[in-house]
């Protein structure tokens, strides 16, 4: 088979994705959008799974339906984005979803297991995202940052997670995650571990840490919208979660502040499925995810960190305030590729220990 040359348009040689966003998607007239209805767009659907709550709705404001709206593709998606769901639809080919998210340390896994297509970068653009966010099966859509939420209401709160595992001198109920993955980075930093040497992790320590703080564990959390709603609901005291959820909860009234302390960051992956049937709409909305307008819109909606860098000017201020800082030694940026090589034994490990 020969080498195929690019395809030229009045002689010029042009990428794919210059067909498909301009002689495909019919811009060929002035000031109509970049994303028109082109044939192969009409009927389509996109299912996409995320992580619901407040990030769930800051998307379909942000992304799903302004896609919808310049391309006629309608987006359904489905909260509960489980690793295993994903695998195993995958692997029994019988893939349901289009698009899914996946959490930083989920990422290689993922790789590895072959659970989703290549970007194609006729079609993504990886111009101005910063090399954190690119990835051969994933595009990074947001930076997230998690730390220790906790209630106003009473009781002195811990800021720092050496302070959240000492329960003699910061009294009350905690909660933590029920996946390993940023529940051992707190652990490690929490038993002394600078937030900038967590990485590889010491996981006997960390472990021993989480044996200390056990009796005073009121809940182990899997739906992320549960680590605020349970603050809100006076179930329990302090919890690992997100600036996001908290900010959130500050907007509806309800006593809860956050410490930016010690924050636990990443990047927040999204991906095609192998296996999905509806690849060029998946991809044309990878794309859309990443361009600055919407990556801005995002931002201000769901108080999570751009990985466009032009989208940075673009956000508001008051948001810019809790985004955070991935360079910062104060704080630890996840090590995806550590995870990639342990995350499957340490899942199991720590379920064990959650039964314990």
């Given at each position: 088979m020969t080498n195929k040359s690019k395809p030229t348009?009045?002689?010029?040689?042009?990428?794919?994705?210059?067909?498909?966003?301009?002689?495909?998607?019919?811009?060929?007239?002035?000031?109509?959008?970049?994303?028109?209805?082109?044939?192969?767009?009409?009927?389509?659907?996109?299912?996409?799974a995320n992580s619901g709550g407040q990030m769930g709705e800051s998307k379909r404001t942000a992304l799903y339906d302004p896609f919808t709206k310049k391309t006629g593709i309608e987006i359904i998606t489905v909260a509960g984005n489980d690793f295993a769901k994903i695998k195993l639809q995958v692997e029994n080919d019988a893939v349901e979803w289009d698009i899914v998210d996946v959490g930083h340390a989920a990422l290689p896994r993922a790789n590895e297991l072959g659970l989703f297509e290549k970007i194609d970068e006729s079609i993504?653009?990886?111009?101005?995202?910063?090399?954190?966010?690119?990835?051969?099966?994933?595009?990074?859509?947001?930076?997230y940052a998690g730390g220790i939420g906790h209630t106003t209401a009473r009781l002195k709160a811990p800021k720092t997670w050496p302070e959240f595992f000492d329960a003699k001198n910061f009294p009350g109920?905690?909660?933590?995650?029920?996946?390993?993955?940023?529940?051992?980075?707190?652990?490690?930093?929490?038993?002394?571990?600078?937030?900038?040497?967590?990485?590889?992790?010491?996981?006997?320590?960390?472990?021993?840490?989480?044996?200390?703080?056990?009796?005073?564990?009121?809940?182990?959390?899997?739906?992320?919208?549960?680590?605020?709603?349970?603050?809100?609901?006076?179930?329990?005291?302090?919890?690992?979660?997100?600036?996001?959820?908290?900010?959130?909860?500050?907007?509806?009234?309800?006593p809860m502040d956050f410490s930016f302390n010690q924050l636990i960051c990443g990047v927040a992956w999204t991906g095609m499925l192998r296996?999905?049937?509806?690849?060029?709409?998946?991809?044309q909305f990878l794309d859309?995810?990443?361009?600055?307008?919407?990556?801005?819109?995002?931002?201000?909606?769901?108080?999570?960190?751009?990985?466009?860098?032009?989208?940075?000017?673009?956000?508001?201020?008051?948001?810019?305030?809790?985004?955070?800082?991935?360079?910062?030694?104060?704080?630890?940026?996840?090590?995806?590729?550590?995870?990639?090589?342990?995350?499957?034994e340490l899942t199991i490990r720590y379920k064990e220990w959650m039964l314990a």
């Amino acid at each position: 088979m020969t080498n195929k040359s690019k395809p030229t348009i009045g002689g010029a040689k042009v990428s794919r994705r210059k067909i498909l966003k301009n002689t495909l998607l019919g811009a060929t007239v002035l000031a109509t959008p970049a994303y028109m209805r082109p044939a192969w767009a009409q009927g389509k659907k996109l299912i996409i799974a995320n992580s619901g709550g407040q990030m769930g709705e800051s998307k379909r404001t942000a992304l799903y339906d302004p896609f919808t709206k310049k391309t006629g593709i309608e987006i359904i998606t489905v909260a509960g984005n489980d690793f295993a769901k994903i695998k195993l639809q995958v692997e029994n080919d019988a893939v349901e979803w289009d698009i899914v998210d996946v959490g930083h340390a989920a990422l290689p896994r993922a790789n590895e297991l072959g659970l989703f297509e290549k970007i194609d970068e006729s079609i993504v653009d990886w111009k101005n995202v910063i090399k954190k966010a690119q990835n051969p099966y994933a595009v990074g859509g947001t930076m997230y940052a998690g730390g220790i939420g906790h209630t106003t209401a009473r009781l002195k709160a811990p800021k720092t997670w050496p302070e959240f595992f000492d329960a003699k001198n910061f009294p009350g109920r905690r909660g933590l995650r029920t996946r390993v993955n940023d529940t051992l980075e707190l652990a490690a930093m929490g038993s002394g571990v600078h937030p900038s040497e967590v990485f590889p992790i010491d996981v006997e320590r960390a472990f021993k840490a989480l044996d200390k703080i056990k009796p005073d564990v009121s809940h182990f959390i899997s739906a992320t919208s549960q680590t605020v709603s349970l603050i809100a609901q006076d179930e329990t005291d302090f919890t690992f979660t997100y600036t996001n959820r908290v900010k959130g909860q500050q907007d509806a009234g309800v006593p809860m502040d956050f410490s930016f302390n010690q924050l636990i960051c990443g990047v927040a992956w999204t991906g095609m499925l192998r296996g999905s049937k509806n690849k060029d709409a998946s991809m044309q909305f990878l794309d859309f995810m990443l361009e600055a307008d919407q990556q801005a819109a995002l931002s201000n909606l769901s108080y999570s960190g751009a990985t466009n860098v032009d989208a940075v000017p673009m956000i508001n201020p008051e948001v810019a305030k809790w985004l955070p800082d991935a360079g910062s030694k104060d704080n630890c940026f996840t090590d995806a590729e550590w995870w990639g090589k342990n995350l499957e034994e340490l899942t199991i490990r720590y379920k064990e220990w959650m039964l314990a």
